[in-house]
């Protein structure tokens, strides 16, 4: 199985992006994917995730109100838009899944088995 990262770029502060993660088989149909972004020198951390078992999706304080985080009914396709964006969003970013049977939504990244490559966002000021 695997994820494809794609749509990141540099953009100016105030910009917007949008990033998609496509699993690889469709059979795969996993219930929750997230974004994690690193950046420079900082360890991985939590963006937002998805569930398609229901609930609300999960984002990180810093990301509240500028990112929305959403999915195809397939299950193939998780789509990250970032509004707003800010100097201090700049980082590679990367999607991850959960294995199929988890519903739950985890801010943990040794919660995920399964990463995409990860796509680099760069914003300027």
């Known amino acids: 199985v695997q994820l494809q990262a794609s749509g990141g770029g540099l953009v100016q502060a105030g910009c917007s992006l949008s990033l998609s993660c496509a699993t690889s088989e469709h059979t795969f149909s996993p219930s929750v994917i997230a974004w994690f972004r690193q950046a420079p020198g900082k360890e991985r951390e939590f963006v937002a995730a998805?569930?398609?078992?229901?609930?609300?999706?999960r984002y990180t304080d810093s990301v509240k109100g500028r990112f929305t985080i959403s999915g195809d009914n397939a299950k193939t396709t998780v789509n990250l838009q970032m509004n707003s964006l800010k100097p201090e969003d700049t980082a590679v970013y990367y999607c991850?899944?959960?294995?199929?049977?988890?519903?739950?939504?985890?801010?943990?990244?040794?919660?995920?088995?399964?990463w995409g490559q990860g796509t680099q966002v760069t914003v300027s000021s």
């Open positions: 991850a899944a959960r294995p199929r049977r988890i519903t739950v939504i985890s801010t943990a990244r040794n919660a995920y088995t399964y």
């Open positions: 998805i569930s398609w078992s229901g609930g609300s999706p």
